[in-house]
């Protein structure tokens, strides 16, 4: 609790008043002998007890009413929000989501759910705290403690400003808890501020178990969750999945898959207990900006959604490479309104196999080269392991590992994990050999070989939402229900950032996507371990053939994004591998020139925001990813299981609020004196004296009533 008035405190000894004018009136009585004063002290001591104690009383209700009027007079802030944390602690932690959802704004003054909850948290903490607890900043884009001057410094740092990238809260707790626990912090609140977008909320695994467990055993620490959970309302997203450059009729032409959807829940889910609205079509203007030059497609949204596959802008023939954006009118999410994009001659799809045994994965080689797009060239190769030095590694999309898993020491491991950190996949196939079997890559290692029996092993259940399994553009499913396995291999997943794809009747894996860890913006490549083989003696992925092609070609489209020129990448801290590789990349003016909010940004901040970056002839565009267009928040229920057990408020916010997090709470001291004086004023009211005819009448035969 903190007051506006704090000299005013200085005069709570007043309160004392009414105890030293009873110790004074006690001092100022005489006593006198009486003779019949005898039997009047035998009726007083009879009730002795009771009158002393409604004595003490009205003598402590006579101070508290004092007490609550100087304490109304000082102008107490507490009650609300921020004054529940009980006065100012030694460190204030502030965890801030930067995700491109928070940049929600109120149409009719501009500001974005982060803006509005600075204000708000700035002006509460100056309020409650005076400045008397050191401030410490820990942002979802790096998830790096920084100290901080003073509450209002928070506005100011480029670490508060808006960014394009996802959010993971277990992450940022976990900086939080390490910086807690690394600097001795004391007695600590912690402010997280979030919109509550359930995908940035349950990325954390099995993470919030420990999270919760170990901020427990932290004395002193006190949760305040201030939420904006209030989803944009009739908004639309933008979002391209591919874009082609070809050769046209007699020039070039770019293809565009693009998709267009409305992420409002409430426009889409109609109310329960009423007939299904009939279909409802909006047109939409969408425009096209290539190299500088505007194109408006006029698009039909049907039910909130549209689709717009193969999608053909002309060009000119010599225009080889570019760059451009897809646009959609302005509305109360601007992040999502704009889709960046570059493109080039599509570079070769390129894959490598490493294996020991040919024959085994001739299904993968023929699949891997079968051509999807006719205007793109597939080259697909095999290699002993032996000789991966000689594979073109920054020409390569996708590596097919059939062998035992690299040492830590092999120069191979390495260039691996070089390869997924350039945001390219790897497929792990099981070796036959035993050899290496204690070896593990990313957390994961080969177990021993199982067989079934004659009538073979089926897939149980498989993800059919994303990933290499998911359903066709159609909403079709892969047949992956009908393979038959008859022999595969365990998978031991240790403490690996893995999730199953795909699991069989015994509830093994069968598939496994699993990822460094390091980043959670989507801007590394994938590992995918699979358990078992193509051959025909170990599964019908060959003879089937449709989910062993499915699946190999969507690990090679992805991984192809970052082949050549043009690149397409998602923002967050893990677009380049290190401070010299981003020092290379500038952003094109073009992209700059959609900046409204700052006129220069920190290097550091470079891969963070949504646009075009340059790099002698190389381009990349970097947009939000994909998981930010999800409109679902975290059910309240949800959030009370990540923190139960811990000290937490939950303050739920909006952005038309205005008022302070901080409030004035002095008609309670208003109340609490009234209160005081009445109980007081009751307890002085003398008792009723009962007259003669009160008396009772002895009974006939007392001895009394003679």
Request: charged fraction near 25%; hydrophobic fraction near 45%; charge should be negative.
């Amino acid at each position: 609790m903190s007051f506006l008035q704090p000299l005013l405190l200085f005069a709570l000894p007043l309160a004392l008043l009414p105890v030293i004018i009873h110790l004074i009136h006690q001092q100022r009585r005489r006593t006198v002998p009486w003779a019949a004063m005898m039997f009047l002290r035998r009726a007083q001591n009879m009730n002795r007890g009771l009158s002393r104690l409604r004595r003490w009383l009205i003598l402590a209700f006579r101070v508290l009413a004092l007490l609550a009027l100087l304490l109304m007079v000082a102008r107490p802030l507490a009650g609300g929000l921020l004054g529940l944390t009980g006065g100012a602690p030694e460190t204030v932690i502030v965890l801030l989501d930067r995700s491109s959802t928070m940049e929600q704004v109120r149409l009719s003054t501009g500001t974005s759910k982060r803006e509005a909850g600075l204000e708000r948290l700035v002006r509460g903490m100056e309020e409650a705290y005076r400045g008397r607890s050191r401030v410490v900043l820990i942002d979802s884009a790096t998830t790096e403690p920084r100290e901080v001057a003073s509450a209002e410094a928070l506005k100011d740092l480029p670490a508060t400003w808006r960014t394009d990238t996802a959010a993971d809260i277990p992450a940022l707790l976990q900086a939080g808890l390490e910086y807690i626990a690394d600097n001795q912090t004391g007695r600590t609140d912690v402010w997280l501020m979030s919109d509550l977008q359930a995908s940035s909320w349950e990325s954390g695994g099995g993470r919030w178990d420990d999270l919760r467990v170990a901020f427990q055993e932290l004395p002193g620490v006190r949760f305040q969750l201030l939420c904006y959970p209030e989803p944009a309302a009739d908004n639309l997203a933008v979002s391209v999945d591919r874009i082609t450059r070809r050769k046209g009729g007699e020039g070039a032409e770019l293809v565009f898959d693009l998709e267009v959807v409305r992420t409002d829940p409430a426009a889409q889910s109609p109310a329960t207990g009423q007939d299904p609205p009939d279909e409802v079509v909006d047109e939409v203007p969408l425009r096209f900006v290539i190299n500088g030059v505007t194109t408006v497609v006029p698009l039909d949204l049907t039910d909130g959604q549209a689709s717009l596959r193969g999608h053909v802008i002309p060009i000119d023939s010599s225009v080889e490479s570019g760059w451009g954006r897809v646009e959609l009118p302005n509305d109360s999410l601007p992040s999502d309104n704009v889709w960046h994009f570059v493109f080039d001659q599509p570079p070769v799809m390129t894959s490598v196999i490493v294996t020991n045994d040919a024959d085994a994965m001739q299904p993968v080689r023929a699949a891997l080269g079968a051509p999807v797009d006719g205007s793109r060239e597939y080259l697909s190769e095999i290699v002993v392991p032996e000789r991966t030095a000689e594979i073109e590694w920054e020409d390569t999309g996708l590596i097919v590992w059939h062998a035992p898993l690299p040492a830590d020491d092999d120069v191979v491991r390495q260039q691996l994990e070089t390869h997924l950190a350039d945001g390219r996949s790897v497929v792990f196939f099981p070796p036959d050999e035993q050899a290496g079997a204690s070896r593990e890559f990313l957390g994961v290692s080969w177990g021993d070989w199982s067989e079934a029996d004659d009538e073979g092993m089926q897939v149980a259940g498989w993800r059919n939402d994303t990933g290499l399994l998911a359903n066709t553009r159609d909403g079709s499913a892969l047949p992956v229900g009908e393979l038959q396995l008859r022999a595969w291999r365990t998978l031991d997943v240790g403490n690996s950032l893995a999730t199953p794809l795909a699991r069989l009747e015994n509830q093994q894996p069968l598939l496994l996507r699993v990822t460094d860890g390091e980043s959670a913006d989507g801007s590394r490549g994938v590992a995918y371990f699979v358990a078992t083989l193509p051959g025909t003696r170990s599964s019908s992925l060959a003879r089937d053939g449709v989910v062993l092609f499915a699946m190999l070609h969507r690990a090679l489209d992805a991984s192809a994004e970052t082949l050549g020129q043009a690149r397409q990448r998602f923002a967050g801290s893990g677009v380049f591998s290190s401070e010299e590789e981003m020092r290379e990349w500038r952003p094109l003016a073009a992209a700059e020139a959609t900046e409204s909010d700052r006129d220069a940004l920190p290097g550091w901040m470079l891969p963070l925001r949504a646009g075009i970056l340059a790099s002698g002839e190389r381009l990349m565009a970097l947009n939000r990813p994909p998981d930010e267009d999800q409109p679902r928040r975290l059910d309240p229920v949800v959030l009370d299981e990540r923190f139960e057990g811990l000290d937490y408020r939950i303050i739920v916010d909006a952005l038309e609020q205005e008022t302070s997090l901080a409030s004035e709470i002095w008609r309670t001291f208003l109340i609490l004196m009234a209160i005081a004086l009445v109980v007081e004023a009751l307890l002085s009211m003398p008792g009723r004296n009962r007259s003669a005819t009160d008396r009772p009448t002895p009974a006939t035969g007392d001895p009394g009533s003679a």
